[in-house]
C-alpha cells in the first residue's frame, strides 16, 4: 500500500540541528506536491515548508533562512534540514502530498499523511 513514513525526530538542544526523512512507498514523489507539517500541544496544524509539482519550493517566515525542504528523486524520499532549532519549534512533524500542483500550506488538498515524528527542542 501507498505510504509515508516519516523518521529523524529527536530531542535536541536549541541552537541545534536536526533532518527529517520522509521516504515514499508504492508511489512516485516526483509525481505530487509534498508538504511538511507541524502541530504542537494545543496549536492548530502549522506549514512549515512545500515543494510544488515543479519542484519551487516555499517557506512560512517562521521557518524562512532556518529549515530546508530537499527532494532526493532516485531514493523517492524528501527530507527537510532543520537549522538553529528553537523551543517554538518543538511539536510533531509530518509530510504529506496532493495532486494539485502548487497547493497553499492551508488548503485542505492534502489528503494523504504520514504518522509523523516528533521533535523536542530543549535543553
Known amino acids: 500500500q501507498e505510504q509515508l513514513a516519516e523518521s529523524g525526530g529527536h530531542l535536541v538542544q536549541p541552537g541545534g540541528s536536526l533532518t527529517l526523512s520522509c521516504p515514499a512507498s508504492?508511489?512516485?514523489?516526483?509525481?505530487?506536491?509534498i508538504g511538511w507539517f507541524r502541530q504542537a500541544p494545543g496549536k492548530e496544524r502549522e506549514g512549515v515548508a512545500r515543494?510544488?509539482?515543479?519542484?519551487?519550493?516555499y517557506y512560512p517566515d517562521s521557518v524562512k533562512g532556518r529549515f530546508t525542504l530537499s527532494r532526493d528523486n532516485a531514493a523517492n524520499t524528501v527530507y527537510l534540514q532543520m537549522d538553529r532549532l528553537k523551543p517554538d519549534d518543538t511539536a510533531v512533524y509530518y509530510c504529506?502530498?496532493?495532486?494539485?500542483?502548487?497547493?497553499?500550506?492551508?488548503?485542505?488538498?492534502?489528503?494523504?499523511w504520514g504518522q509523523g515524528t516528533q521533535v523536542t527542542v530543549s535543553s
Open positions: 508504492r508511489f512516485a514523489l516526483t509525481e505530487y506536491a
Open positions: 504529506a502530498r496532493s495532486t494539485f500542483a502548487n497547493p497553499t500550506m492551508t488548503s485542505p488538498v492534502w489528503d494523504f
Open positions: 515543494i510544488s509539482l515543479q519542484g519551487g519550493t
